[in-house]
């Protein structure tokens, strides 16, 4: 069992950086790949990046790659999203989930946080 909360999350001018965490409890959060999804007002949630377990894979969707950096720590049972050069159409409500294998469908993770709001003003 994984428990999953997510911070860091507020309004941000376009262009501007902001950086979220997601705390994990439990002792198997070094087993499990962390992914970060995000949901847009009105759009399906969507795959953002996911770093494997081990720290030595990481995959990015299309749209933020070269701006956003997926890390963890697994001593401190944290994962980040650091986001930079956020642009408008980056507004949405972004999720850390946990995952058995290294995945990219948010069908394959079985433990979701609840979500920090991230805002881009133009």
């Known amino acids: 069992q994984v428990q999953l909360v997510e911070s860091g999350g507020g309004l941000v001018q376009a262009g501007g950086s902001l950086r979220l965490s997601c705390a994990a409890s439990?002792?198997?959060?070094?087993?499990?790949?962390m992914g970060w999804f995000r949901q847009a007002p009105g759009k399906e949630r969507e795959f953002v990046a996911v770093i494997s377990s081990g720290v030595t894979r990481t995959l990015y969707a299309d749209s933020v790659k070269g701006r956003f950096t997926i890390s963890r720590d697994n001593a401190k049972n944290t994962v980040h999203l650091q986001m930079n050069s956020l642009k408008p159409e980056d507004t949405a409500v972004y999720y850390c989930?946990?995952?058995?294998?290294?995945?990219?469908?948010?069908?394959?993770?079985?433990?979701w946080g609840q979500g920090t709001q991230v805002t881009v003003s133009s």
């Open positions: 989930a946990a995952s058995p294998g290294y995945y990219t469908r948010e069908q394959q993770y079985s433990y």
């Open positions: 439990g002792r198997t959060f070094g087993s499990y790949a």
